[in-house]
């Protein structure tokens, strides 16, 4: 253990549990409970020297960040606010890093109604759009589309293991929204009846390849075989610098119990729980390649996935570096 890793508050803790067990989950929603969690850090800090709180801060955003691999927009928040860790004394510093934290999640925010209205562009009255896991960006596409005055229905999967599909199946049907909701094997069957695939993103990366829940890739290959377009909608907070100079987006490998439960895993053995011969591969999340994605739907607007590279390299130059480095 660091020398103030004991000095980050319990909230930052909760807070990583949190997001590790998915109580927290979805991107754009982790992005602003890491920033929340480093605002109430800086709020709780006894710290008396100025370095003293640079290193509780950096040891707060490091067990935030220890939590979820592949989803990008949590190192981006983390770097974010602590780059706003600005000042020659502890209330400057303080001060500096909550405004820096609320002025973070307001921008997340407006991005995210930006990105709706742009997404909503791309929806004609009367669509029907399949959807994969649980997306609040996607969903701000679908919000955005209903306000103008757009009938939309949705075929919505209801996506293994974990069913993040009765998420977006409930909050479609808060909005009205007619929904059809479908195991994940029956997708291709039900494309013929949908005008777009619409999913969101968990990181992506320089070359326009989204990486998003497990199951995209493949939901992506049968839309472009049927002639469905398949729109991403990502805020840039999902942009991974990384990629830039040639790092890869990690997946994150789930328990295996969220697949198989112990019950089922003591049938399937025929009672030897303890079989090593039995694995369960979980992984979290696939990478779709670029070609198969028609458009990549931001805060600053549409993008061919080829092209989201300019983007990046606009808003981040070249970037790297772990959030918590000084
Ligand atoms: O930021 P928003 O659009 O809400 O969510 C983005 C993505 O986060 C989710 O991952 P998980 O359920 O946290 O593993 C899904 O993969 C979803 O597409």
Redesign the pocket.
């Known amino acids: 253990m660091g020398e103030y890793e004991s000095a980050v508050v319990p909230a930052v803790d909760s807070t990583a549990a949190d997001i590790a067990d ?1 109580r927290t ?6 992005a602003d409970a890491a920033a929340q969690a480093l605002e109430t850090q800086a709020r709780a800090s006894e710290a008396t020297t100025p370095e003293a709180f640079r290193s509780e801060l950096r040891a707060a955003a490091r067990t935030l960040y220890e939590t ?1 691999p592949t ?1 990008v ?1 949590l190192p981006n928040a983390l770097r974010y606010v602590l780059r706003g860790m600005e000042g020659e004394t502890v209330p400057e510093l303080r001060a500096a890093t909550i405004a820096r934290a609320e002025a973070f999640q307001r921008d997340l925010a407006q991005a995210q109604s930006t990105l709706g209205e742009i997404g909503a562009n791309r929806l004609r009255d009367g669509d029907v759009v399949m959807t994969h ?6 969903l701000a596409c679908l919000e955005a589309a209903l306000e103008d005055g757009k009938a939309i229905e949705a075929i919505v999967k209801e996506t293994r293991p ?1 069913k ?1 599909g009765h998420i977006t199946a409930r909050r479609l049907r808060e909005l009205g929204v007619p929904v059809t909701l479908i195991v994940d094997n029956a997708a291709r069957r039900y494309l013929d009846d949908a005008d777009h695939v619409l ?4 990181s992506i990366a320089a070359d326009g390849s989204v990486v ?2 497990i199951g995209t890739s493949g939901l992506a290959v049968n839309a472009r075989e049927r002639g469905v377009p398949v729109m991403v ?3 840039t907070i ?1 942009l991974h610098p990384d990629t830039m100079t040639g790092h890869t987006v990690e997946i994150e490998m789930r328990a295996a119990e969220e697949v198989l439960s112990d019950a089922e895993r003591s049938d399937v053995t025929g009672g030897k729980p303890d079989d090593q011969n039995l694995r369960v591969a979980n992984p ?2 696939d990478v779709t390649p670029p070609r198969h994605v028609d458009a990549i739907v931001t805060e600053r607007g549409q993008f061919p996935p080829e092209s989201i590279v300019t983007l990046m390299r606009e808003l981040f130059g070249e970037t790297t570096g772990e959030p918590w480095e000084p």
């Not at 989950?25 to 982790?30: K, L, V």
Request: charged share 25%; with cysteine.
């Open positions: 998915m989950r979805g991107a754009a929603t982790i979820r989803a927009s896991c649980h997306s609040t960006d996607a974990r993040q999913v969101g993103a968990d998003n829940k909608a990502a805020q999902k979290a999340f």
